[in-house]
């Protein structure tokens, strides 16, 4: 019996899952969206708690700029939560000296430092747009969705 569960094969950025329902300024972007969407359904998609906080915080933002109204975002939510993506189930203050050391190390905020720990901790791909957090997690050795 593996006591480690599932291979995990992707960390999902909240960057990406934002924009499943606000789109990319790119067609490159967009048709990675589209990618990371699909893969998302066939693989095991893990996520650090915050995910949810920084998805929530994002369309709310977006929703007091007009970008997009509640009744959309709620749909969304409905849609995101039967998605197969999971949040690490392991609490956050077991891992802060790890997250602050790579935050400090690639000049990362901590938030983002979570999404890095998770995906080299898991040896997962990991799906973002945010071009620091990419580079840093390729810097580490770990891969990044292209």
Request: with cysteine; net charge positive; proline share 3%.
């Amino acid at each position: 019996m593996d006591r480690k569960g599932p291979q995990v094969n992707m960390v999902l950025d909240a960057s990406v899952a934002v924009s499943w329902l606000i789109k990319r300024p790119t067609a490159i972007e967009a048709d990675r969206a589209k990618r990371v969407a699909r893969e998302t359904l066939k693989t095991e998609t893990l996520v650090p708690m915050i995910w949810y906080a920084e998805i929530s915080n994002a369309l709310l933002v977006a929703e007091h700029k007009k970008v997009i109204a509640w009744a959309r975002i709620v749909d969304y939510f409905e849609r995101l939560e039967a998605m197969p993506i999971r949040a690490d189930n392991v609490l956050p203050l077991t891992r802060r000296e790890q997250v602050m050391a790579l935050a400090r190390q690639y000049g990362l905020s901590a938030y983002d430092a979570c999404y890095l720990e998770l995906a080299l901790r898991k040896e997962a791909v990991l799906a973002t747009f945010d071009v620091k957090l990419a580079t840093a997690m390729k810097n580490a050795g770990g891969k990044v969705f292209e």
